[in-house]
Nanobody
Framework: QVQLVESGGGLVQAGGSLRLSCAAS????????MGWFRQPPGKEREFVAS????????NYADSVKGRFTISRDNAKNTVYLQMNSLKPEDTAVYYC?????????????????????WGQGTQVTVSS
């Protein structure tokens, strides 16, 4: 069993930065793919970024490439999302997810599903 707790959300002006953190408890964090997803108001949840369990491979949605950076510290069981040059369209609830099974990371990047582990979400609001 894995529990995920996100933090770092808040209100920021357009062009600003935020850093989200996701602290994981449970087993085998260092063998699990991790990812960030978001749900804008009135829209479906969407992929933002994912990271290989080693940290050596990352994938991003086109909408955040060059602005967001995902990273992880396996010694601290934590994954991060550094968000720069924020735009109003980045406003959403941001969710952290962990793969239910370790040792899996496709070349196109990992996408979480309903059977994976999810955090409770943290609100990010970008004002114009």
């Amino acid at each position: 069993q894995v529990q995920l707790v996100e933090s770092g959300g808040g209100l920021v002006q357009a062009g600003g930065s935020l850093r989200l953190s996701c602290a994981a408890s449970g087993r085998s964090f260092s063998s699990r793919a991790m990812g960030w997803f978001r749900q804008p108001p009135g829209k479906e949840r969407e992929f933002v970024a994912s990271i290989h369990w080693s940290g050596g491979r990352t994938n991003y949605a086109d909408s955040v490439k060059g602005r967001f950076t995902i990273s992880r510290d396996n010694a601290k069981n934590t994954v991060y999302l550094q968000m720069n040059s924020l735009k109003p369209e980045d406003t959403a609830v941001y969710y952290c997810a962990a793969a239910a099974s370790g040792g899996y990371y496709p070349l196109s990047g990992w996408r979480a599903g309903p059977n994976d582990y999810w955090g409770q979400g943290t609100q990010v609001t970008v004002s114009s």
